[in-house]
C-alpha cells in the first residue's frame, strides 16, 4: 500500500538517519608521551576536547563569547576504553558523533582511530553551565545545530 | 565460651570486612586550572594515577624496575563522574579502593574529596602489559598486595 | 679594632649576607615523563611554578583574592639551563631565592635539586598585570614580603 | 666584469644567504588556557617541541627510529621572552630558524606569532644524547639539514 512503511523507500528513510560524524586530526607529539613510550592515557581526554572545541567552532558558536557570559560547556560524565596504545608521530583522527541532546545535556560518542583502527572510544557528557556554576539551558542555537549530526 | 575470641567479638569481624582506603593529598596548582576558573577535566586522571602510584610505590612495589623489566600498568577502562568543580588553591584528597583484583586486572575505585564533599569519582580498570603491549598475568606481590586493600 | 668581626657591626652583615631560600618538595610521576623516559622539558616550569605559588602562600598573600580583584602574576621571562634529566619517582627540591624585586617586577632564581645534585637552574622575571592585561604596581604586602627573602 | 658583485649572479648569493624559516601553526585550546584565561606559560614550550619535531618529521629524520637507537635531542638551554599573552582559539604560528648548528649542539630561534604580532620569542639549545643519557655527535644528515636552514 502506497505511503505504508512496508512499502516506502528505505534507501531515502537511510540517508536521512545516517548519522553525521566530524572528523579532528591529531598528530602525537613528545607533550603526549610517557616513559611507556606510548601517548599518556589522559591526553586522551585532550584530543577529544579539540575535536569537540573545533566542532563547536565550525558550528558557528564562539566559545569566547559565551565565556564573556559566563558560559561554559562542563564534562560531567566520561566512560572511556583504552584499547591500543598509540606512538609519537601516530596521525590519529578523532570521530564525534552525537548520541543525545536535550535541553539540559548532550552525550557524543567520539572514538581515536589510527587509519582503520579504533584506539579509544568513549561516550562523554557535557552540561552547560553558568557564571555561578549551575546548569543552564542549552541555548536553541546548540540545541538546533548538535541535533543536524544526530 | 563468652569474651572468647571464637565466639564473640564482632569488632574483629568488623576489622576484617571494613574497606581500607588508601587517601592521597593533592594541592591545585595554575598548571591544573583551565580558563573556566576551575581544574581542568582530564587532570582529575593526573591526580588518580598519582595516587595508584604513590598507592604502589607503598606496598614496596618500583614501577622502575618494573619498567626495566618492561613491565607497565595500563589503564584500560575509565567511568568517571564530574560532580563539583575544584578551584585554584584547593586542598584534595584521593582516595582509593580496591573494588576487585584477579591475574589479568585490578579494578579500582577512586574519588576526589574536598574536605566531607566528594567531587569526583571513577572506576578505573587496569592491567600489566609487558613489553610486547601484550597483557601480562600480574605478579603474585601484586595480588597479594592489592587483596590487603580489598 | 677597625675591620675586625668583633667590632663590626655583624648583625648587619649578617642580615644582608643571609639569603633565605625557599625549598618546596616535588615527586615526580607517570604525567611528567616523556618517551625518553625522563621528565618532559616544559614540566621544569610546572614544578618552578608550584613552588611560586607555595612560597606566596606562606607570606598569606592569597591568589584567589588577586584574581577576584582581576591581579595575577605573569611570567615575563625565562633563562633555564638543563642540566641534568630527572626519572620517574625522583623526589626533587624547588629552591627559590629572591635576586630583585620593584615596584615593576619581581626576579627570582630557581633550581631543583635531587639530593645534593643541580639538576635544572633558572633565572625567572615575574610582573603583576591587572584586568587589562597591563602591568601594575606591585602592592607594598608583595614587595616588602618578597625582600624578606633577599 | 666578471666575478665582480655588480655583474655576477646576485639572484643566486641572495638565495644563498636568505633565512628559510619554517612555520607550523598552533591553535589555542581549553587544555592550553590557565585561570587568568590565557595560554599557560609552560605551554609555549610545547608549542615550540611541536614545530621542532614537524621540522624535524620534513626533513625526514624519524625520532622513533632516533629513539629506537637511543638516540634522543634533549633540550639544553632556553631564554624566552613572554610578549603578549594568547588566548582560547587563537590561530597562531611558530616560526623556527636556526642560529647555529655544530656537531655538538643546535641553536634554534623560535617565535610564536599571531598574526603580525610577536607574542613569545626563544633561543633554544638543543643537543643530542646517546641511551647512556651522553652528548653524541649530530649526525651528519642532520647537521647537513640543519645547515640549509641556517
Given at each position: 500500500?502506497?505511503?505504508?512503511?512496508?512499502?516506502?523507500?528505505?534507501?531515502?528513510?537511510?540517508?536521512?538517519f545516517r548519522k553525521m560524524t566530524h572528523v579532528y586530526s591529531v598528530r602525537v607529539y613528545y607533550e603526549d608521551t610517557d616513559m611507556a613510550g606510548i601517548v599518556y592515557h589522559a591526553n586522551y581526554l585532550k584530543f577529544m576536547e579539540r575535536a569537540r572545541s573545533a566542532w563547536v567552532r565550525e558550528?558557528?558558536?564562539?566559545?569566547?563569547?559565551?565565556?564573556?557570559?559566563?558560559?561554559?560547556?562542563?564534562?560531567?560524565?566520561?566512560?572511556?576504553?583504552?584499547?591500543?596504545?598509540?606512538?609519537?608521530?601516530?596521525?590519529?583522527?578523532?570521530?564525534?558523533?552525537?548520541?543525545?541532546?536535550?535541553?539540559?545535556?548532550?552525550?557524543?560518542?567520539?572514538?581515536?582511530?589510527?587509519?582503520?583502527?579504533?584506539?579509544?572510544?568513549?561516550?562523554?557528557?557535557?552540561?552547560?553551565?553558568?557564571?555561578?556554576?549551575?546548569?543552564?539551558?542549552?541555548?536553541?542555537?546548540?540545541?538546533?545545530?548538535?541535533?543536524?549530526?544526530?
Amino acid at each position: 500500500m502506497a505511503g505504508s512503511p512496508q512499502s516506502g523507500v528505505p534507501q531515502v528513510r537511510n540517508t536521512v538517519f545516517r548519522k553525521m560524524t566530524h572528523v579532528y586530526s591529531v598528530r602525537v607529539y613528545y607533550e603526549d608521551t610517557d616513559m611507556a613510550g606510548i601517548v599518556y592515557h589522559a591526553n586522551y581526554l585532550k584530543f577529544m576536547e579539540r575535536a569537540r572545541s573545533a566542532w563547536v567552532r565550525e558550528m558557528g558558536i564562539d566559545q569566547n563569547q559565551m565565556r564573556q557570559r559566563g558560559l561554559f560547556f562542563a564534562v560531567r560524565h566520561i566512560d572511556a576504553d583504552f584499547l591500543i596504545p598509540a606512538a609519537f608521530d601516530d596521525q590519529l583522527n578523532v570521530c564525534t558523533d552525537v548520541q543525545s541532546v536535550s535541553g539540559a545535556r548532550l552525550i557524543l560518542n567520539q572514538s581515536v582511530m589510527r587509519a582503520d583502527e579504533k584506539i579509544f572510544s568513549a561516550a562523554v557528557t557535557l552540561a552547560l553551565v553558568g557564571a555561578d556554576g549551575k546548569p543552564t539551558r542549552m541555548p536553541e542555537a546548540i540545541q538546533r545545530n548538535a541535533i543536524k549530526w544526530l
